[in-house]
């Protein structure tokens, strides 16, 4: 099990940037594929990003390509996801998750969440 905690949500006008950051406990955190999803209100939860344990290998939704990147850093046990060019409808909560699986995309792959950090664009 890992226990994550995520941090950088914020308020920004559109088209700035804005750093998260998922902070997790446990030995075994370089094993886990991890990933970022966001919800919005009323809508169900979805992926944004994700990123083998390797870093070497990432994946994003259609709606964020090209605007956001997803690294970690196993030293730190820590994975980040840069959101530049944000826009009004990038506003949710964003959560960060652990998963063993190779099933990326896979919301339901995913056995640990952390509580999510609020990101709100401005138009």
């Known amino acids: 099990q890992v226990q994550l905690v995520e941090s950088g949500g914020g308020l920004v006008q559109a088209g700035g940037s804005l750093r998260l950051s998922c902070a997790a406990s446990?030995?075994?955190?370089?094993?886990?594929?991890m990933g970022w999803f966001r919800q919005a209100p009323g809508k169900e939860r979805e992926f944004v990003a994700a990123i083998r344990w390797s870093g070497t290998i990432t994946y994003y939704a259609d709606s964020v390509k090209g605007r956001f990147t997803i690294s970690r850093d196993n030293a730190k046990n820590t994975v980040y996801l840069q959101m530049n060019s944000l826009k009004p409808e990038d506003t949710a909560v964003y959560y960060c998750?652990?998963?063993?699986?190779?099933?990326?995309?896979?919301?339901?792959?995913?056995?640990?969440w952390g509580q999510g950090t609020q990101v709100t664009v401005s138009s």
């Open positions: 998750a652990a998963t063993q699986s190779r099933r990326y995309g896979t919301l339901g792959e995913y056995d640990d």
């Open positions: 446990g030995r075994t955190f370089s094993s886990y594929g």
